[in-house]
């Protein structure tokens, strides 16, 4: 299943996960008038509905009516409300859990390791690094959550970094980061908050029976009997609707998460070539005192979103397959015994060579390979992550350290993109040293290596900066954001890679603090989005020439090459950035299928004699990461 498949499964999956919730809530309102109807008429007629007979005669519909839209309201609004809550990031879920941030220039050796296999997969895999949250627990567990990758985060224990190699973390993380692109993490977002809403009445049950257990006996036996048992039988009847929504809970949780995981082990084996290191570290929880268990008043709520099952014990759905079975499908040959782990094994278990010979990764490259590369978008295999690992260790070690802090990120992204040209680079120093001397400092410290910086270097340093980023205050946002669109119009005109990086940087931030919201995927065909795509790619094929009859020909060439002959070439020079701004956000609306057909369009208007250069590479990454395609560092 590639990445667009997983993203219409994950669809499909919301509806079949509205479809239960109608019916628990169905469900639990049918219950909870019928078990109301007889105490009631107990109540009044001192008389037990016995029989459906007796039932039927005793309806009232006014009475089921209000029962009902108080039911609906109460579960509507707890799940609203949960669902709005989880929609900030999934770092809402990583922090209910008693998780901590690992800042990105931790010394402690198990925490660096992490750090560094997440940056890894990451970046050969197109996105921006995760945040990595731990879990000061000793069970082997691990977790991804978020709406998006935009907003993902890779939840970790304890146990999860100090007893498991190298190996058999990127197993872990791997699997992790197979439910970040099919889609998984949005529907667990949903399925918890649909969820709270049905266990919320049982909480309210709880609650008015507690209190009225410690209601003050002061009052005659008679008095309490008239006073208390409207509110007595209403408290019993939601607590048993509460015992109903742990049920139903389960079942929903079992239905959506089985075989999501046995999907995510195939991809982390096949992300990482070595099914060894997955199947082991399900081992080691097998052998684990701890096993996978987390201890948290919320690890029920996200029992869904873990490795493995966080739970001593389940209800009857397990929303995990049995660890036997998972170990049996990775390893066929497995003799039955789990592994003891031992936590001394990781302190001398992960040495990574630094300062390697620089690879050229981005390289004057054939349409063909390019094209090809969009089917394995969201399926990174392991070449890419010894690519990524390559690229990480070629980049300068002052650069690197920088991107941890989000102040000296700041200047390093600044620093990237500073102009080229003399005058303006004088403006732009001049703005920066009157407006924030400190900011200013960091940007001199970092130019001192940018500009021998390899075009491939751009990237992964803005990926690995955007973690960093996402931890400054919203209004520390705010400045920033304004000082890079000062610095950028510094001279009043944008380059198309400065466009693209300008995009890169602000789009997911935007994002993250809520200046804007992430675009809907509402557009089926390139009809409705003829005007906007003409525009774009009139753009794209700009870049390649300044002769405007050899852009016609360029465009008509590429618009030819994905079927959308309907499309005409507008003139666009001098480019209007705003307008592009205006005419990308409508584009981002396309459905994932329809943003595809888009990437290959660009992947024509950037290729010149059946090749892409490496500046166009570097666009063409920018271009995906605008789109939210994870486009994979490109094959050699």
Same mark, same amino acid.
């Given at each position: 299943?590639?990445?667009?498949?997983?993203?219409?499964?994950?669809?499909? #999956?919301?509806?079949?996960?509205?479809?239960?919730?109608?019916?628990?809530?169905?469900?639990?309102?049918?219950?909870?008038?019928?078990?109301?109807?007889?105490?009631?008429?107990?109540?009044?007629?001192?008389?037990?509905?016995?029989?459906?007979?007796?039932?039927?005669?005793?309806?009232?519909?006014?009475?089921?009516?209000?029962?009902?839209?108080?039911?609906?309201?109460?579960?509507?609004?707890?799940?609203?409300?949960?669902?709005?809550?989880?929609?900030?990031?999934? /770092?809402?879920?990583?922090?209910?859990?008693?998780?901590?941030?690992?800042?990105? #220039?931790?010394?402690?050796?198990?925490?660096?390791?992490?750090?560094?296999?997440?940056?890894?997969?990451?970046?050969?895999?197109? !996105?921006?690094?995760?945040?990595?949250?731990?879990?000061?627990?000793?069970?082997? #567990?691990?977790?991804?959550?978020?709406?998006?990758?935009?907003?993902?985060?890779?939840?970790?224990?304890?146990?999860?970094?100090?007893?498991?190699?190298?190996?058999?973390?990127?197993?872990?993380?791997?699997?992790?980061?197979?439910?970040?692109?099919?889609?998984?993490?949005?529907? *667990?977002?949903?399925?918890?908050?649909?969820?709270?809403?049905?266990?919320?009445?049982?909480? !309210?049950?709880?609650?008015?029976?507690?209190?009225?257990? *410690?209601?003050?006996?002061?009052?005659?036996?008679?008095?309490?009997?008239?006073?208390?048992?409207?509110?007595?039988?209403?408290?019993?009847?939601?607590?048993?609707?509460?015992?109903?929504?742990?049920?139903?809970?389960?079942?929903?949780?079992?239905?959506?998460?089985?075989?999501?995981?046995?999907?995510?082990?195939?991809?982390?084996?096949?992300?990482?070539?070595?099914?060894?290191?997955?199947?082991?570290?399900?081992?080691?929880?097998?052998?684990?005192?701890?096993?996978?268990?987390?201890?948290?008043?919320?690890?029920?709520?996200?029992?869904?979103?873990?490795?493995?099952?966080?739970?001593?014990?389940?209800?009857?759905?397990?929303?995990?397959?049995?660890?036997?079975?998972?170990?049996?499908?990775?390893?066929?040959?497995? *003799?039955? /015994?789990?592994?003891?782990?031992?936590?001394?094994?990781?302190?001398?278990?992960?040495?990574?060579?630094? *300062?390697?010979?620089?690879?050229?990764?981005?390289?004057?490259?054939?349409?063909?390979?390019?094209?090809?590369?969009?089917?394995?978008?969201?399926?990174?295999?392991? @070449?890419?992550?010894?690519?990524?690992?390559?690229?990480?260790?070629?980049?300068?070690?002052?650069?690197?350290?920088?991107?941890?802090?989000?102040?000296?990120?700041?200047?390093?992204?600044?620093?990237?993109?500073?102009?080229?040209?003399?005058?303006?680079?004088?403006?732009? /120093?001049?703005?920066?040293?009157?407006?924030?001397?400190?900011?200013?400092?960091?940007?001199?410290?970092?130019?001192?290596?940018?500009?021998?910086?390899?075009?491939?270097?751009?990237?992964?340093?803005?990926?690995?900066?955007?973690?960093?980023?996402?931890?400054?205050?919203?209004?520390?946002?705010?400045?920033?954001?304004?000082?890079?669109?000062?610095?950028?119009?510094?001279?009043?005109?944008?380059?198309?890679?400065?466009?693209?990086?300008?995009?890169?940087?602000?789009?997911?931030?935007?994002?993250?603090?809520?200046?804007?919201?992430?675009?809907?995927?509402?557009?089926?065909?390139?009809?409705?989005? @003829?005007?906007?795509?003409?525009?774009?790619?009139?753009?794209?094929?700009?870049?390649?020439?300044?002769?405007?009859?050899?852009?016609?020909?360029?465009?008509?060439?590429?618009?030819?090459?994905?079927?959308?002959?309907?499309?005409?070439?507008?003139?666009?020079?001098?480019?209007?950035?705003?307008?592009?701004?205006?005419?990308?956000?409508?584009?981002?609306?396309?459905?994932?299928?329809?943003?595809?057909?888009?990437?290959?369009?660009?992947?024509?208007?950037?290729?010149?004699?059946?090749?892409?250069?490496?500046?166009?590479?570097?666009?063409? /990454?920018?271009?995906?990461?605008?789109?939210?395609?994870?486009?994979?560092?490109?094959?050699?």
């Amino acid at each position: 299943m590639n990445f667009f498949e997983a993203q219409e499964r994950a669809k499909k #999956n919301t509806f079949v996960l509205i479809f239960l919730f109608a019916f628990a809530i169905l469900s639990s309102i049918v219950l909870l008038n019928f078990f109301l109807m007889i105490v009631w008429n107990y109540m009044e007629f001192n008389m037990l509905i016995l029989s459906i007979d007796d039932f039927i005669k005793s309806f009232e519909w006014g009475r089921f009516l209000q029962v009902s839209l108080v039911v609906l309201a109460l579960v509507v609004l707890a799940s609203a409300y949960k669902l709005n809550e989880l929609s900030q990031g999934g /770092h809402i879920v990583a922090e209910s859990l008693g998780g901590r941030l690992i800042s990105r #220039n931790s010394n402690d050796p198990s925490e660096r390791v992490i750090l560094n296999v997440v940056e890894e997969m990451a970046i050969a895999s197109g !996105i921006g690094v995760p945040p990595v949250y731990i879990l000061e627990q000793e069970g082997i #567990n691990a977790f991804a959550a978020g709406l998006s990758y935009d907003d993902a985060i890779i939840g970790v224990t304890r146990g999860c970094v100090q007893k498991l190699s190298r190996d058999e973390l990127q197993g872990v993380i791997a699997h992790e980061f197979s439910h970040i692109f099919n889609g998984d993490m949005r529907l *667990n977002i949903q399925a918890s908050g649909v969820l709270h809403g049905i266990l919320f009445i049982g909480e !309210i049950g709880y609650t008015m029976l507690d209190a009225l257990g *410690n209601s003050s006996s002061s009052k005659s036996r008679d008095d309490k009997a008239s006073g208390t048992s409207i509110a007595l039988a209403v408290g019993l009847g939601f607590l048993i609707i509460g015992y109903l929504g742990s049920f139903i809970g389960s079942i929903i949780k079992a239905l959506i998460s089985k075989q999501r995981e046995y999907l995510a082990d195939a991809s982390a084996v096949q992300f990482t070539r070595n099914n060894q290191g997955i199947a082991n570290a399900l081992k080691k929880i097998g052998g684990n005192t701890q096993s996978s268990f987390i201890k948290n008043k919320n690890a029920t709520t996200y029992s869904h979103f873990y490795f493995s099952n966080a739970l001593s014990s389940s209800f009857l759905f397990s929303s995990h397959p049995p660890l036997k079975k998972r170990i049996y499908r990775l390893d066929s040959g497995w *003799n039955g /015994h789990y592994i003891v782990p031992d936590v001394k094994e990781v302190k001398n278990d992960f040495v990574t060579e630094k *300062n390697k010979k620089r690879e050229d990764i981005f390289k004057t490259m054939s349409t063909i390979s390019v094209l090809s590369s969009i089917d394995d978008i969201g399926q990174p295999k392991e @070449k890419h992550l010894k690519k990524s690992a390559q690229l990480i260790d070629s980049l300068p070690p002052v650069l690197l350290e920088m991107s941890k802090e989000p102040f000296s990120a700041q200047g390093l992204i600044l620093a990237l993109l500073a102009s080229k040209e003399g005058e303006v680079f004088k403006e732009q /120093h001049t703005i920066l040293s009157q407006e924030n001397r400190a900011l200013f400092s960091m940007v001199q410290k970092a130019l001192q290596y940018t500009p021998s910086l390899p075009k491939e270097g751009y990237l992964p340093l803005i990926q690995l900066s955007l973690t960093s980023l996402k931890m400054m205050s919203l209004n520390q946002y705010k400045t920033f954001r304004k000082i890079v669109l000062n610095w950028m119009y510094a001279n009043f005109y944008l380059s198309f890679f400065e466009w693209n990086l300008k995009h890169l940087v602000l789009y997911p931030l935007d994002i993250y603090f809520g200046i804007s919201k992430q675009s809907k995927d509402v557009h089926t065909h390139l009809g409705a989005i @003829k005007t906007e795509l003409e525009f774009f790619v009139s753009v794209l094929v700009s870049t390649q020439t300044t002769d405007e009859k050899e852009a016609v020909i360029l465009f008509d060439k590429a618009k030819k090459s994905i079927g959308a002959t309907a499309l005409q070439f507008v003139q666009c020079r001098p480019i209007d950035y705003e307008l592009l701004d205006k005419m990308v956000g409508q584009i981002q609306q396309a459905k994932p299928m329809l943003r595809k057909r888009i990437l290959e369009l660009a992947i024509a208007c950037l290729s010149v004699d059946g090749e892409i250069c490496v500046n166009d590479m570097q666009i063409l /990454h920018a271009i995906a990461a605008t789109f939210r395609l994870p486009l994979l560092l490109p094959e050699s």
